[in-house]
């Protein structure tokens, strides 16, 4: 039995209340008519890490990921339909019972479509890779030849899909701040105060903010900064490693004047780039992105005070009031579609877990072509 199998990725639906459905179908071509016990189509995202450490000259190596979104399918009426048994609920490491029908190909080109809905709650973290860890999504096809016979992973296509999220805390709609002071001979003397209007935000969009300074010193204030800060969060193995990255900033290096009982205040902006990787937290930790923003007050002679308060960079602001200005309509639904493909055997019924352990890696996908004789 020759079959050659193709995962195709079409057009999206233009909907900006929730998630973009996924539309395509898969081909599968016969060179004689051929009977196979099941075709299923699974669509996955999964967040990983890998982190090195040493210890005493050792090294060593921890490893980490998590399934965050799952969604099966199978062949029924010539078309791929959700599978009956899938509870969209349960942990993604839960076994799933694959109810295959039996398909019957034609010689030549069959093709079956295929249509991935999203739940409106589900949140889609921006895919990327580091050298810490990635977050990729995927569609695989699956095959069962044989009644008896294994599961074969016979091709999966990566798939860049819209990055999609909400505001899950309702708090973070409101105005929110921090104060923060430095003090010397038991007695403050400075003390700063960062408010912002809200505490979630649109990629493209501005934080605005207002800084309060007040200086209670002899000394003269060198310099005043507003920074977003994104932080990547790896987690393997009861170990953890932190990249913070610098999004934006912004700067008054003329505030020298400002002596004794002064009080400053100041109100500007932190433009957030289109291109923001979303806010991104697990039960199951592996990767996550956070996000905050930071002010720093320093005095010539006598050091500085920082605080900080964390925000959320969303794609939809679901109950919160949208920000001004602020286009849903200006995020892409699909970014670009690479086609890869491979082929690997599980035992019958597979569980998520353990077939995801034969999933190729982005760096290492052998051509997209299948011949299972």
Not at 179 to 185: D, I, L, N, Q, V
Not at 297 to 312: D, M
Request: hydrophobic content about 35%.
């Amino acid at each position: 039995m020759a079959l050659q199998f193709k995962v195709l990725v079409g057009n999206v639906n233009q909907n900006h209340t929730r998630p973009a459905d996924l539309i395509g179908q898969v081909n599968v071509t016969a060179k004689v008519a051929t009977t196979v016990y099941g075709i299923g189509l699974l669509f996955e995202g999964k967040a990983s890490s890998t982190l090195i450490s040493k210890k005493e000259s050792l090294l060593k190596v921890r490893r980490s990921c998590n399934y965050f979104v799952l969604k099966p399918l199978e062949i029924r009426k010539g078309r791929f339909q959700p599978v009956e048994s899938y509870n969209e609920a349960l942990p993604t490491d839960q076994v799933i019972e694959w109810t295959f029908k039996k398909v019957k190909l034609q010689p030549g080109l069959n093709s079956f479509p295929y249509c991935i809905t999203f739940n409106p709650d589900q949140v889609l973290p921006t895919a990327f890779k580091h050298e810490l860890g990635s977050i990729q999504y995927k569609l695989a096809a699956y095959i069962k030849k044989d009644r008896e016979g294994k599961f074969l992973r016979v091709v999966d296509t990566n798939v860049n899909v819209v990055t999609y999220s909400h505001c899950p805390t309702f708090h973070l709609s409101h105005p929110v701040s921090v104060t923060k002071s430095r003090t010397g001979s038991g007695r403050k003397f400075i003390e700063g105060t960062l408010t912002l209007r809200s505490g979630v935000f649109l990629p493209g969009t501005e934080i605005n903010f207002k800084l309060t300074v007040v200086n209670r010193s002899a000394g003269r204030i060198q310099v005043i900064s507003l920074n977003l800060i994104r932080n990547l969060a790896f987690h393997a193995a009861n170990f953890s490693k932190s990249e913070f990255t610098h999004i934006c900033t912004n700067e008054l290096q003329s505030s020298c004047s400002l002596l004794g009982q002064d009080t400053f205040e100041w109100e500007g902006n932190l433009a957030i780039p289109m291109d923001s990787m979303l806010s991104f937290q697990t039960n199951h930790k592996c990767l996550e992105v956070f996000y905050f923003v930071q002010f720093t007050v320093g005095l010539i002679g006598n050091g500085s005070v920082q605080g900080e308060i964390p925000v959320q960079v969303v794609s939809r602001l679901a109950s919160c009031s949208p920000e001004d200005g602020a286009s849903q309509s200006q995020l892409s639904d699909i970014i670009h579609v690479h086609q890869s493909s491979s082929r690997e055997s599980i035992p019958p019924p597979p569980s998520y877990s353990e077939a995801m352990r034969y999933s190729a890696s982005l760096e290492t996908l052998p051509p997209a072509y299948e011949d299972l004789s």
